[in-house]
C-alpha cells in the first residue's frame, strides 16, 4: 500500500531531496543576500567608509570619492561570497545529514563564505594588506551571518520535511481505512448474496414442498369430506405459506442482494423502476459516461459501488412513495471526474422540519467514508418531478412542493492521474 509510490511516510524519494535542496538554497540566498546587500550599503551611505585603493591613491583626502565604484566593489565581493556559499551547499547537503553534520558542513560553508569575501576584498581594493584587524572582523561578522542564513533556511527545509511527512502518513491512513473498509463491504456483499440466495433457493423451495405436502395431505386424507372447517383452515394456512414465499421471501432477498446486480448498476436500477406502479409517471436519465462504463461489463465498477448506487435509488424510491407520497418521480445519473452523480426528485409532500433521515442517514455516513456525500433539498420547481403534475388511477395533481436528493458517489476505479473521464447529458427515457 502506497502513497505515490512511497510505503513508509519518513521515506525520502529522489525528488523530495531535489525539493528540500531547492528550499535549502532558496532560503540560503535570499536571506544571506539581504544582509550582504544591507551591509554594503550601510558601509557606503551611512558609515562612508572608503575602500583603502581610494584612500591610498587620493591626492586630495576631502574631494568627493566614486560612490558608485564602492558601492559595486562591495556588491561584487559580496555577491561572490554568497555564490562561494551556495555551491558549498549544494556539494555537502547539509539538508541531508544529522546534528553534527550539520554543525561541521555549517561550519565549512560559513568559513568558506567569508573568507572567499574577505579574499574578494583585498582584491578589489577595499582592504589593504596591513588592514588585519579590519578583515578579521568582516570574516567574523561574515561567517555569523552565514551561519544564522544557514540555521534559517535548514529551519525551513525541515519544516516542509515535517510537512510532507504529515500529509503522507495522512494519506497512508486514509488509504488504509479505505482498503479496510473495502474489504468490510466486500464481506458484507458475500454473506448477502449468500444469505440471498440461500432464501430464494433453500428456503423458498422448503416452503414449496410444504405447500405440496399440505395439498396432498388435505387431497388424501378425505378431511374436506369429514371436517370441512378444518380443511379450509389447512388450505388458508397453505396459501398463507404460498403469499408469504412469494412476497416477504423474494422482497427479503431483493433487500439483501437487488435483482440483476451482477449485471451492472444500470440493469439493477431499472429494475427497481419497473417495480414501481403504472399509475406513477417515472422518468430515468443516464449520462453516456454512465452507460459507458456499464458497456465495459459489470466488473467495472466494483460490487460494493454498484449496490451503493443502486441502495441509494432504492432509498429515494422507497421515501417518496411511502413518506412523500409522490406521482412523478425522476432519476438523473451522471459520471465525471471519477464521481457519479444521483439527482432523485419527487413531486410529494415535501420536507417538514425536523427531518429525520433514517434510512439516509446510514447511506450517507458509508458514503462519507468513502469520501461522497448525500444532502436532502426542495425539488426545483422547474423540474417534471418537482412541480409537474401527473394523470393516474385517483393521483389527480399534487400540489406538493417535492424533494430533491443529491448523492455523491466515487466510483472507486483506480486510474492514471491524469485521466479524467468526462460524461455529457443523455437525452431522457422514459420507463
Known amino acids: 500500500m502506497t502513497v505515490s509510490g512511497v510505503s513508509d511516510a519518513t521515506a525520502v524519494t529522489p525528488g523530495d531531496r531535489i525539493d528540500y535542496r531547492r528550499i535549502t538554497l532558496l532560503t540560503f540566498g535570499v536571506i544571506l543576500g539581504l544582509f550582504a546587500t544591507g551591509a554594503s550599503i550601510q558601509s557606503v551611505f551611512v558609515l562612508g567608509i572608503l575602500p583603502h585603493s581610494m584612500l591610498r591613491d587620493a591626492v586630495d583626502p576631502s574631494a568627493p570619492f566614486d560612490v558608485t565604484f564602492n558601492l559595486v566593489t562591495r556588491l561584487g565581493a559580496n555577491a561572490a ?26 561550519v565549512v560553508i560559513a568559513a568558506s563564505a567569508a573568507i572567499a569575501r ?9 582592504y589593504g594588506p596591513d588592514d588585519v584587524t579590519e578583515l578579521l572582523a568582516e570574516i567574523v561578522t561574515a561567517t555569523v551571518a552565514a551561519a544564522i542564513s544557514l540555521a534559517l533556511a535548514l529551519a525551513q527545509s525541515d519544516a516542509r520535511r515535517r510537512l510532507r ?7 497512508l491512513r486514509a488509504l488504509s481505512a479505505s482498503a479496510a473498509l473495502e474489504a468490510l463491504q466486500g464481506e458484507e456483499l458475500r454473506v448477502r448474496r449468500e444469505v440471498a440466495d440461500g432464501l430464494h433457493g433453500t428456503v423458498q423451495q422448503r416452503f414449496v414442498l410444504l405447500g405440496a405436502r399440505l395439498s396432498s395431505l388435505l387431497d388424501e386424507s378425505g378431511l374436506a369430506e369429514r371436517d ?16 408469504l414465499r412469494e412476497q416477504d421471501l423474494r422482497g427479503m432477498s431483493r433487500l439483501l442482494y437487488p435483482d440483476r446486480l451482477d449485471q451492472g448498476a444500470v440493469p439493477a436500477i431499472r429494475a427497481l423502476f419497473q417495480r414501481v406502479p403504472a399509475t406513477i409517471a417515472t422518468v430515468v436519465s443516464l449520462s453516456d459516461g454512465v452507460l459507458e462504463l456499464e458497456s465495459h461489463g459489470a466488473k467495472a465498477l466494483s460490487p460494493e459501488r ?36 444521483v439527482l432523485f426528485d419527487d413531486n410529494g409532500v415535501g420536507l417538514t422540519p425536523p427531518v429525520h433521515l433514517h434510512g439516509l442517514q446510514r447511506l450517507r455516513d458509508r458514503l462519507e467514508l468513502v469520501g461522497g456525500g448525500l444532502t436532502l433539498t426542495p425539488a426545483p420547481a ?25 448523492a455523491r458517489v466515487p466510483d472507486g476505479i483506480a486510474r492514471p492521474a491524469d485521466a479524467t473521464p468526462a460524461s455529457a447529458p443523455r437525452g431522457r427515457s422514459r420507463t
Open 81 to 106: 561570497a554568497v555564490g562561494t556559499a551556495l555551491a558549498a551547499i549544494a556539494l555537502l547537503s547539509p539538508q541531508e545529514r544529522g546534528l553534527a553534520g550539520r554543525i561541521g558542513t555549517g
Open 382 to 406: 422547474s423540474t417534471g418531478a418537482g412541480a409537474g403534475t401527473s394523470s393516474g388511477s385517483g393521483s389527480g395533481t399534487n400540489t406538493g412542493t417535492g424533494t430533491r436528493l443529491t
Open 306 to 341: 454498484r449496490l451503493l448506487l443502486v441502495r441509494i435509488v432504492e432509498e429515494a424510491l422507497s421515501n417518496a412513495l411511502k413518506h412523500g407520497r409522490a406521482t412523478s418521480l425522476s432519476l438523473a445519473i451522471t459520471h465525471a471526474d471519477g464521481e457519479f452523480e
Open 118 to 126: 574577505s579574499l574578494l576584498q583585498l582584491a578589489f581594493g577595499i
Open 165 to 171: 511527512t504529515e500529509e503522507r502518513a495522512s494519506a
Open 228 to 243: 370441512p372447517q378444518t380443511a379450509a383452515e389447512i388450505a388458508s394456512i397453505r396459501d398463507d405459506l404460498d403469499a
